[in-house]
């Protein structure tokens, strides 16, 4: 049963098509990176043009490459939300007129869950219930997932991404963009001790919050002109770190579940991956990694969702709108 993922939330613009749901026949990504590099951050109009370029050439590629044509698609997936509004309304158009066109199912798939969903196309898949960080240059979150469908947000972000303070850091450094794959690789060269930077309300639940992080960096910038790019980094990557480990265990540890996933364009951060499983190996809780191409935005973890959505009888209708605020599961407070 074959599936058509489409993903077009940010800057990437992604077709994937999944048997059953987990199993990736083919995937393609078409980055925007070179686009919005010279500006430091996406600049939203130029990635909805881009979109309008590439999403029928990327969707033709996914088919070509799986062998398939349209006739041989059960359902379309497509993400609906949270994301750039512009950049969403472009996948959700196209997703609806080939649909309509083709007399084919269509599923609205909410983009965190897509990312939780990442970790069903790897061959060992965790059982529920299990506690995720999703984190990426949009959100940090951490849900409890107790099944298909049901999502129990424990903390959030209050401010910036921690993908967004790794982006926002590596500009400041001048590193390049996106920031965090340039600040991961830089830190192997610092001494993550040398600056100690804040590490922003570790004792304090399980939200979380960046933007202060961000500002100290550039006060030491400005104070220390000097100091090594290297051991800012490194010293910023292992304050964001500390607290996405810290607030991820403690959540586990609150419900007592002894599988965590990460997923999210940060969570193909090395120091991360390693402080995750390292901790949690000392509590004798699993860590589920995943590769780099399923950490960072794709189309079949929209596939994958979408068969789920499929399976349950979730068709969308073809008044669908993307929605660039939307919230996935129940906040703690409401269960
Ligand atoms: O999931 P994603 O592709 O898009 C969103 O949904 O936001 O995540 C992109 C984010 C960017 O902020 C990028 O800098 C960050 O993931 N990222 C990393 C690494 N690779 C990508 N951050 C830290 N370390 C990495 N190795
Ligand atoms: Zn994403």
Same mark, same amino acid.
């Given at each position: 049963?074959?599936? *058509? ?31 919005? /590099? ?45 994301? *750039?509004?512009?950049?969403? *309304? ?26 939780? +969903?990442?970790? +069903? ?6 059982? +529920? ?16 997932? $107790? ?34 794959? +340039?600040?991961?690789?830089? /830190? ?7 600056? *100690?930077?804040? $590490? ?8 979380? /919050?960046? /933007? ?7 006060? !030491? ?31 586990? $540890? ?23 499983? #390292? $901790? ?5 809780? #699993? ?21 789920? !959505? ?26």
């Amino acid at each position: 049963m074959l599936v *058509l993922g489409i993903d077009t939330s940010c800057d990437d613009t992604a077709a994937s098509i999944v048997d059953k749901g987990t199993s990736v026949i083919s995937s393609i990504v078409s980055s925007q990176n070179e686009i919005h /590099s010279k500006y430091g951050g996406i600049v939203p109009e130029l990635a909805s043009r881009r979109h309008l370029e590439m999403l029928w050439p990327v969707v033709d590629e996914a088919l070509y490459k799986a062998g398939a044509v349209l006739d041989d698609i059960s359902a379309i997936a497509v993400c609906q939300g949270p994301g *750039l509004i512009g950049s969403l *309304l472009v996948g959700v158009c196209f997703a609806k007129s080939l649909a309509y066109v083709k007399n084919i199912p269509l599923i609205a798939v909410n983009h965190l869950e897509g990312h939780i +969903f990442s970790s +069903f196309l790897q061959k060992e898949k965790p059982e +529920f219930p299990f506690v995720t960080l999703v984190v990426s240059g949009g959100h940090t979150s951490i849900y409890e997932v $107790r099944g298909f469908g049901k999502y129990i947000e424990m903390g959030r972000t209050l401010d910036d991404a921690a993908g967004e303070a790794f982006d926002k850091v590596a500009k400041l450094l001048q590193l390049g963009y996106p920031g965090g794959p +340039f600040i991961d690789s830089l /830190s192997e060269e610092g001494d993550p001790k040398a600056i *100690l930077f804040p $590490r922003p309300n570790i004792n304090k639940g399980l939200d979380f /919050s960046f /933007s202060g992080l961000k500002t100290a960096v550039l006060t !030491h910038i400005k104070k220390e002109p000097l100091a090594k790019k290297q051991d800012i980094a490194a010293g910023f990557q292992a304050a964001v770190v500390d607290v996405l480990v810290d607030k991820t265990i403690a959540a586990a $540890r609150n419900r007592n579940i002894k599988r965590i996933v990460l997923a999210g364009g940060v969570s193909a951060n090395r120091e991360l991956r390693q402080g995750m499983e #390292k $901790r949690a190996g000392n509590e004798d809780i #699993k860590t589920y990694l995943l590769p780099a191409d399923l950490c960072t935005d794709n189309a079949a973890m929209i596939a994958s969702a979408g068969f789920f !959505h499929f399976k349950e009888g979730d068709i969308a209708k073809f008044n669908l709108n993307p929605k660039a605020y939307l919230p996935l599961g129940l906040p703690a407070s409401d269960i």
